[in-house]
């Protein structure tokens, strides 16, 4: 998963979870703000309704004959106000706030009451209890607005907060985007690198893109040296490779040669014929890697493939071998390099021929891709190949031994050309095998460009 998908996805669930804890909190807090609120409410009210009685006289509201309490109701009855004279009231106002059910007209509802008694202002004059009193239905209705509020904003909070942080996260995380992409994706060999600097405004960044530079220019340098080597000793051991078969042969052709010396010569020369083998082979390599050869050829894989199967068909005859060539359809190269692409082929076959069971079977089948490449399988029969040497399959110079009695030791240096060859024409090679069952090389062709 990318870096900035996986900030993404923490930036939503670190909100996600900020918006559960907010329901969680947010209830009992607005709850507590709007008890607080109305109990405010209800001392304004109580400071307005002395302040009449003081002004107007309490006689104003009750009927002193009849000290009969004074109540009233606003329309919706939300709020009441009552005033109840008291014969004799205690020597200090006593307040409280609570709730407690009262009826109202013909209803039963909660209300949250101020009581507080007011003593008798001067000589003649009365206590008396007030009461104001607010519905809970009110207070209800006022904590679920303000937390239907509450959760709103949040919400909303949270969503901007997440857009904000994946677009920073995007800004922020360009350069390294760019890197990974434009740098290091697609990158065959080191030469394919670019060195040009990324826009970054981040010390992070430019460090990372300056040591990645620096590494891949002491990469390069040390490919460009070990080609370049490599080109060098593989031409100058030709020279003197030759020369000694030449002076074998002649050796040969000397009649008084005792017989003993002559199977020596015949011996050195199969030593020497393998040492040149070797040494053209690192020479191809070496080539082919420094972009010796051109793809100015249109080359049809069906056919070089008919054309291999011709030219190894002695090979496989002596085997008693079965060869099936199906490419349906055909997939032809508009830019391809023909000589290589049929050594290629040729060392695929060569070792289906060669790892297979006498009176075997191998199979050349080509099929496109899902994806829109084109996929080419040389099938062998054979003993298979153990699972602990497939990663090394590819790897110069190592050999292991194939299972089975009288199986011929493991894999010189054409699978690593026909790797280099598939590489030289963007196309993929890989092996699959099962033990006892056959192994298959797979040579993968990516989509034709437009």
Known sequence: MRLETKLALFNALSKLLLVLLGVLLITPIVQRVAVAHTDQRLHEKKLEVLALVQRDGLAAFVRAERSE????YNLLKQEYISITPLRRGPGAPTERVFEERRQVDNEVEDFRILSCVVPASGPGGRAFRL?????LGTLELLTQTLRQLALWVLVAVALLTVLSDVAFAHYLLGPLRELTVRKLRGIRQPSEFSFAPIATGTTDFRRLDDGLNALMR????????????MSNVSHELLTPVSILQSRFENMLQDHTLPEQHARQVVESQRTLYRLRNTVRTLLLIANIENEQYL???VVSLSQTARDVAEELDDRRQQRDLS???DLQPDHVLPRANATLLHTLLRNLLANAIKYNHAGGVIRIVGRPTPAGGYA???EDKGPGIAAEHLPHLFDRFRRFSAPGPGAPEGYGLGLPIAQTIAAFHGATLRAESVLGQGTAFVLGFGPAAD
Not at 218 to 226: H, N, V
């Open 131 to 135: 009461e104001i009193g607010s519905s």
């Open 218 to 229: 002491q990469i390069q340098s040390a490919f460009e040296k070990e080609r370049e080597f």
């Open 69 to 72: 309490t004074y109540a009233d």
């Open 376 to 378: 080419l399988r040389v």
């Open 295 to 297: 793809r100015d050829e």
């Open 323 to 325: 060869l099936t060539v």
